[in-house]
């Protein structure tokens, strides 16, 4: 059974670095083609990708935050690392982790989300 | 980027009914299309994949087609836990992008 859970503050402050964590179960980020992807969606809005991490250590980031945006993975640990620097109140938003099995990027489970809300 | 212009963004209808979702690319994205459907204070949920294909304990109702730049998602006869958020999602290239989704509501 794979299950995800995103952790990390639900308040930053304007320019601060907002840290987030997926820490997951019932799959191995060692195995072949899987990834993790990181998505956000402010409230009342749409749903955003931000980033993806694969197996192999690939990574993929939204192009209009890619120079915000880390993400990292800890295989031995089953967890994925998301930074986003300088962070604005735009950027309040419910951020999920989800599970892409591969063989393109669909994403099929997915955690429950955290809201972070960003102000001073 | 591509962009996913779905249609309509809201849509008013009744248990039994037949509803359609349409969702449009800027380019083709062959058949690299995706929908989910998303309840309030919940995570989305995958239903089909790959156009058509439907994902692990999807009921049959619901069913995807299209092709290229247009596609539908179809749920047959609207069951009340339906009423939901509907997204499409190309993976056809990064950037990964999503429509601005659809609320299904009772009418």
């Known amino acids: 059974q794979i299950t995800l859970k995103e952790s990390g503050p639900t308040l930053v402050k304007p320019t601060q670095t907002l840290t987030l964590t997926c820490t997951f179960s019932?799959?191995?980020?060692?195995?072949?083609?899987?990834?993790v992807g990181w998505i956000r969606q402010p409230p009342g809005k749409a749903l955003e990708w931000l980033a993806l991490?694969?197996?192999?250590?690939?990574?993929r980031y939204s192009p209009s935050l890619k120079t915000r945006l880390t993400i990292t993975k800890d295989t031995s640990k089953n967890q994925v690392v998301l930074t986003m620097t300088n962070m604005d109140p735009v950027d309040t938003a419910t951020y999920y982790c989800?599970?892409?099995?591969?063989?393109?990027?669909?994403?099929?489970?997915w955690g429950q989300g955290t809201l972070v809300t960003v102000s001073s | 980027d591509i962009q996913m212009t779905q249609s309509p963004s809201t849509l008013s209808a009744s248990v039994g009914d037949r509803v359609t979702i349409t969702c449009r690319a800027s380019?083709?994205?062959?058949?690299?299309l995706a929908w989910y459907q998303q309840k309030a204070g919940k995570a989305p949920k995958l239903l089909i994949y790959k156009t058509s294909s439907l994902e692990g304990g999807v009921p049959s109702r619901f069913s995807g087609s299209g092709s290229g730049t247009e596609f539908t998602l179809t749920i047959n006869s609207l069951q009340p836990d339906d009423f939901a958020a509907y997204y499409c999602?190309?993976?056809?290239?990064?950037?990964?992008?999503f429509g601005g989704g659809t609320k299904v509501e009772i009418k």
């Open positions: 991490i694969y197996w192999d250590d690939d990574k």
């Open positions: 989800a599970h892409s099995p591969g063989a393109g990027t669909t994403f099929d489970y």
């Open positions: 380019q083709s994205i062959s058949s690299w």
């Open positions: 019932g799959f191995s980020l060692g195995t072949s083609a899987v990834g």
């Open positions: 999602q190309q993976y056809n290239s990064y950037p990964l992008t």
